[in-house]
């Protein structure tokens, strides 16, 4: 009767994992809600919702998300299911593969990138909820 259950998704949405500047971690992140970096990551990082890198963040690693704001660094291969938006102070280095991208004058983007149509990449049982 009073028995706490795990969170689902739908749960997290609006609620945001943060990591402040001047924190350093080394090594993976898993989240299901969303999640700010201001900080340093050395490491990959995987989320069901979106990631913002700061302006004074930094993400050394992998990427695989649903959205992500970068105005930050990044170094490494980034996966985002939709929306990828690049700010005009961000630094981009690497791979990218999404299905939107918004690139903002003066933004450093020296990526190769391949663009997919979203709904290619979800998995089986999520493609059946979208249409």
């Known amino acids: 009767?009073?028995?706490?259950?795990?969170?689902?998704?739908?749960?997290?949405?609006?609620?945001?994992?943060?990591?402040v500047e001047g924190t350093a971690i080394r090594g993976n992140i898993f989240s299901q809600a969303d999640f700010r970096l201001d900080g340093e990551l050395?490491?990959?990082f995987q989320s069901n919702g979106k990631i913002v890198i700061g302006p004074a963040g930094s993400v050394t690693g992998d990427i695989l998300c649903k959205n992500a704001d970068i105005e930050g660094r990044f170094e490494g291969k980034i996966q985002v299911l939709e929306m990828l938006n690049v700010r005009g102070k961000a630094s981009i280095h690497g791979e990218v593969v999404c299905g939107k991208l918004s690139?903002?004058?003066?933004?450093?983007?020296?990526?190769?990138?391949?663009?997919?149509?979203?709904?290619?990449?979800?998995?089986?049982?999520?493609?059946?909820?979208?249409?």
Request: hydrophobic share 30%.
């Open 103 to 131: 690139v903002e004058p003066g933004a450093e983007f020296s990526a190769s990138c391949t663009m997919k149509a979203a709904v290619k990449n979800l998995p089986p049982h999520e493609r059946s909820q979208e249409g």
């Open 1 to 19: 009767m009073f028995e706490k259950s795990q969170k689902s998704y739908t749960d997290l949405l609006g609620k945001t994992n943060r990591i």
């Open 42 to 44: 050395v490491g990959n």
